[in-house]
């Protein structure tokens, strides 16, 4: 399974879990409905903003994570 795939089956998961149509998750983010279905069946192209929407809604938090991030973390702590 492939990332977007992955963040699609966690959305529907969602989605289903809150009692939503892919609709009124739509209408809730501020987004159009073929937007949720598209991320929910894994298309490639995904606006950012469109998808921190929905994210938000269901209450999902998208966290970065690499190899550098606590690295990153202490730096940006310094004065």
Do not use: C, Y
């Not at 089956?9 to 409905?33: D, E």
């Amino acid at each position: 399974m492939n990332k977007i795939n992955h963040i699609g089956s966690i959305i529907r998961f969602h989605r289903r879990k809150a009692g939503l149509t892919q609709k009124q998750l739509a209408t809730l983010a501020g987004v159009g409905k073929s937007a949720v279905f598209d991320i929910e069946k894994g298309k490639n192209t995904i606006r950012l903003n469109t998808l921190t929407a929905i994210l938000s809604v269901l209450n999902i938090r998208l966290e970065p994570e690499s190899p550098l991030m606590e690295q990153w973390n202490m730096e940006k702590q310094l004065p």
